[in-house]
């Protein structure tokens, strides 16, 4: 029994975290490829390496996957101290490279010199498709404004599905249920956002993140655009321009009558918290929610206007209305926060009516036994203690959208 313990320890030491072993890069200049500092690894790596996230076989393990910082063109690499082949027979390790090669298209260097040669031809990269908007954003470390772009583009766009495929790597280690989409389908749009930079005196541009919207038909004649995938790389995260995409995004739909309202599939909390921000920040602007309005109410003139202006849903206008009421409250007179929240919590209060409503319906038909499970489960005390829990919840999310208006 000892030995196979002994057996099982030497066998553990090969195992590696496999969001520790691979290294992503992108990579500007030649020295950034040594240095550690330009090196990020992902959030997730469960979709190639199991649940456990773990590869086994190898000590020392490092996954290399560094892409040109502009048109992305790929150094993969798999670099190991020792295998277990070397001291164990019948042992198989995990095949680290074939799980790779799944989700990187072909055409990546496996050679340094071959990725460099490379490096020096990103000056002839330029961003894809048409220029929607450019904004600055200040860079502390450089002590300047550096100048980003957004851009929509076609599948149709020359070079352009080739960089798409490598860009959509990245969404297998930052998107917990990620997939690949199928781009042959005309009904999807791309938004990219690119940073603007210079190289020995010449202008270039490096991949900051992008955006994926499938346009769903309305009938009879409207499309509702569904965002599907977002995601700004790690490099780039927390600097606005999530923001910024959102923002111009929506702009953009908002320019077409065609287009009923936007919503996103399966939006993640962060997705939340942003679409919150930028939303209650293009609603300011219209009259419908002024100061005195919101006291009144959510009112059908605020659903009407937030759709026909900014294609926003009544559920998220009202979602706003809550928040920009909550900016005009004062939470510290009693008599006006209880307005507040029991505006709040009517709008909360929807699905336990629902419940109520069903339950009605089933006493016709439920055994008394099968009633009474449904009954307990409505408890009316229960009911009250979930409802200020949830509220106590959405206040705390609405104080995170407007402490970021507030530093915006």
């Not at 390790?93 to 990546?108: C, L, S």
């Not at 005309?186 to 991949?207: I, M, P, Q, S």
């Not at 992008?210 to 009879?220: A, G, I, R």
Request: proline share 4%; with cysteine.
């Amino acid at each position: 029994m000892a030995g196979v313990n002994e057996m099982e320890k030497k066998l553990a030491e090969y195992k590696c975290d496999t969001n520790q072993a691979t290294c992503l890069k992108l990579v500007r200049f030649p020295e950034d490829i040594e240095d550690e500092s330009t090196t990020f690894h992902p959030e997730y790596s469960h979709q190639l390496f199991g649940d456990d996230e773990v590869a086994f076989g190898y000590k020392g393990l490092q996954i290399q996957l560094y892409y040109t910082a502009g048109n992305l063109s790929t150094l993969f690499k798999v670099k190991y101290s020792a295998k277990v082949t070397e001291t164990f027979d019948c042992v198989e390790p995990d095949d680290v490279e074939g799980k790779i090669r799944e989700i990187i298209p072909p055409g990546f260097c496996c050679n340094t010199d071959d990725f460099i040669t490379l490096l020096e031809k990103e000056a002839n990269f330029k961003p894809f498709g048409s220029l929607l908007h450019t904004y600055k954003v200040h860079n502390v470390e450089e002590g300047a404004d550096l100048t980003y772009q957004i851009h929509k583009v076609d599948i149709s766009c020359p070079g352009f599905r080739e960089y798409h495929e490598r860009l959509q790597t990245f969404l297998m280690w930052f998107i917990e249920t990620a997939s690949f989409i199928d781009v042959d389908d005309d009904r999807w749009d791309f938004f990219l956002v690119f940073e603007k930079y210079n190289k020995d005196g010449e202008t270039l541009y490096a991949t900051v993140g992008y955006m994926t919207v499938y346009n769903y038909y309305v009938y009879p004649d409207k499309t509702r655009p569904r965002v599907s995938q977002m995601l700004i790389l790690p490099p780039f995260q927390g600097e606005g321009h999530g923001a910024q995409l959102l923002e111009t995004v929506h702009r953009f739909y908002c320019n077409s009558p065609k287009v009923q309202d936007i919503t996103a599939e399966d939006p993640s909390e962060n997705y939340v918290k942003l679409r919150d921000f930028v939303l209650v920040k293009l609603c300011m602007a219209l009259p419908s929610f002024s100061t005195e309005k919101l006291a009144q109410g959510f009112s059908e003139e605020m659903a009407v206007e937030a759709r026909e202006k900014l294609k926003i849903n009544k559920k998220h206008a009202r979602r706003v209305y809550e928040i920009l009421r909550l900016r005009n409250t004062d939470m510290s007179d009693e008599e006006k926060a209880r307005e507040f929240r029991l505006e709040v919590k009517k709008r909360l209060f929807g699905p336990y009516r629902k419940n109520q409503r069903e339950l009605t319906k089933m006493r016709k038909c439920l055994r008394p036994e099968e009633l009474a499970s449904h009954i307990s489960q409505m408890d009316t005390r229960l009911q009250h203690e979930e409802l200020e829990k949830s509220y106590q919840e959405v206040l705390a999310e609405y104080r995170r959208v407007l402490e970021r208006l507030a530093q915006a």
